[in-house]
Each structure stands twice: as C-alpha cells, then as structure tokens.
C-alpha cells in the first residue's frame, strides 16, 4: 500500500489509524503489509520522520527544486 500525495498535512493520529487499516487488510487477505508513502515533505519535522519510521513505514521525497527549474522542466506545456 502507498500514502500518496500529502499525507504529512494530516494529523498526527492520521498515521497509526492508517497503518492499522492496511495491515488489517493485508492480513485479511493473506497478502504481506508493505507501506510506502510519497511525500513533498513541506511539513517535515524530526516529529514527523521519526513517527512514520517507527510504523515501518519507508518514505520517498519528491524535491521539484528552485522556481527556474520547476518552470524549465515542469511546465513545458505552458
């Protein structure tokens, strides 16, 4: 299962019901509980790594850069 967008927006509880949600559901149908989560990282905070990676969670970070660059190679079709 992947946390995909901005779930470090959330609150904090956020974290735990969801971990608890997916792996009940893995359990329930025999499949293992691998979560990932993909993330700007706009709200980071040594809270918020450490909670995450104490639930076994793995986190990518997509960085965009300064300004020029996003402009440069984000939005070409504009």
């Known amino acids: 299962m992947e946390f995909h967008g ?5 609150d ?6 969801a971990v608890g949600y997916a792996k009940g559901s893995a359990a329930a149908t025999a499949r293992p ?3 990932t989560e993909a993330d700007h990282a ?3 905070t040594e809270r918020r790594r ?8 793995q ?6 850069g300064p300004p020029i660059s996003r ?6 079709s504009r």
């Open 33 to 35: 509980s691998f979560i």
């Open 50 to 57: 450490r909670q995450p990676r104490g639930l076994g969670i």
């Open 71 to 76: 402009r440069r190679y984000r939005m070409r």
């Open 42 to 44: 706009t709200l980071l």
């Open 12 to 17: 904090d509880a956020w974290y735990p019901a």
């Open 59 to 64: 986190i990518g970070f997509s960085l965009d």
């Open 6 to 10: 901005r779930a470090m927006l959330l």
